[in-house]
């Protein structure tokens, strides 16, 4: 048998406490548990944590590390779906390899070019993310998203009115989401060219 659960993160402690307990049961059988896991969270996940690192050291868990989809697989679904398998270098730029935003600019957007209308299964998953972050945490976003490529820390104060603890806290919590990134210069910077454009997409134009 084997049994699927995605966004363990969401997972409650009754629901963790759960699954150990069938993977750790007596009897013998055949089970196989895949558990998926948002890196990183929006989030603590202490009891996850807890619940994984005790499988781990029993031998019972394995880990597996599932990163971007590089530009020659996104040229193989490009050529599954009878799309244009030139478009795969401008894809994986635009999506940064986000199997989801890729799969869903080819089922949804003509010739899987990437234009000004998000699909809005994109513009509704970006949106649920925002909408649990604090005001302050949005407004960091928003303004990182029209700032152009990258912008300091000093110009989102400035442009926020944010400062001190209450700033670094909203950039943190928006870097540790997955939706910014800090590009080693002191700069913060949307995490690809589809976040930025789903973070404007519920602004107005001023």
Do not use: C, Y
Request: negative net charge; charged residues 25%.
């Amino acid at each position: 048998m084997l049994i699927v659960l995605d966004d363990l993160q969401w997972a409650d402690a009754p629901s963790l406490k759960m699954i150990e307990h069938v993977l750790r049961h007596e009897l013998p059988g055949r089970v196989m548990v895949i558990g998926t896991v948002r890196v990183p969270s929006e989030s603590p996940t202490p009891e996850l944590d807890r619940v994984a690192t005790e499988l781990a050291r029993d031998g019972l868990l394995t880990r597996l590390t599932v990163g971007a989809l590089p530009t020659e697989s996104i040229a193989e679904l490009l050529r599954g779906s009878g799309r244009d398998e030139t478009r795969a270098a401008e894809l994986e730029q635009a999506t940064g390899g986000n199997a989801f935003f890729v799969t869903e600019l080819i089922r949804h957007v003509d010739g899987g070019a990437v234009g000004d209308e998000l699909p809005e299964s994109i513009r509704a998953m970006i949106g649920l993310r925002l909408d649990r972050m604090t005001p302050q945490t949005v407004q960091v976003l928003n303004l990182a998203a029209v700032a152009g490529h990258a912008a300091t820390l000093a110009v989102l104060g400035e442009a926020s009115g944010l400062e001190g603890d209450e700033l670094l806290d909203a950039a943190d919590a928006a870097v540790a989401a997955g939706l910014l990134i800090e590009d080693g210069a002191g700069r913060l910077a949307v995490r690809h060219a589809l976040i930025g454009q789903a973070i404007r997409a519920r602004l107005g134009r001023t």
